[in-house]
């Protein structure tokens, strides 16, 4: 049986324009534009074309901030067929915050899930749902989530949507 993974904090899915500066697991030197697929206040999921290797430091600069800080690549998430692989890596240093998000108070249910904010496109109504790593992976694969709306009670692609700033 796995051993449960206490979070410091929760999860967002956010996609942030990120640079990544490292060296691949062939020794060369890289620089790589991507994306987080998700973050949180000490670490994030990105998605990276070049292969790494857990435990090594990489910098990664957030284009949405300008900030920049050293991470630990902490473990290979997943391959997905589209030549990228999904990395989990942990902030080095603790007290910073490149994204320029400011993280909700952790509940109960942030141990478990990602917290998504999502919106109806035919009545804009938003509504913030956790959902599981696999259902994060298919909404940025597939622009999206279908589902009802109990605003104007029609089933559409909900799409993902930028947390309210609080």
């Given at each position: 049986m796995r051993p449960e993974i206490q979070r410091r904090s929760c999860r967002l899915a956010l996609t942030i324009p990120i640079r990544v500066f490292g060296i691949d697991f062939q020794g060369k030197d890289?620089?790589?534009d991507s994306n987080t697929l998700v973050v949180?206040?000490?670490g994030a999921k990105i998605r990276l074309s070049h292969?790494?290797?857990p435990e090594q430091e990489i910098r990664l600069l957030s284009?949405?901030?300008q900030q920049e800080a050293i991470f630990r690549v902490v473990s290979k998430v997943s391959t997905i067929n589209f030549g990228y692989t999904f990395w989990g890596v942990e902030c080095l240093e603790h007290d910073r915050n490149i994204w320029g998000v400011r993280f909700p108070e952790q509940v109960?249910?942030?141990q478990a899930a990602v917290r998504v904010m999502l919106q109806c496109p035919i009545c804009f109504t938003r509504?913030?749902?956790f959902l599981d790593e696999f259902l994060v992976g298919s909404l940025q694969v597939m622009g999206g989530i279908?589902?009802?709306c109990?605003?104007?009670r029609t089933s559409a692609l909900w799409t993902h949507v930028s947390f309210p700033e609080s």
């Open positions: 890289f620089v790589e949180n206040r000490h292969q790494l290797l284009r949405a901030t109960s249910k942030d509504e913030l749902l279908s589902r009802g109990l605003n104007c």
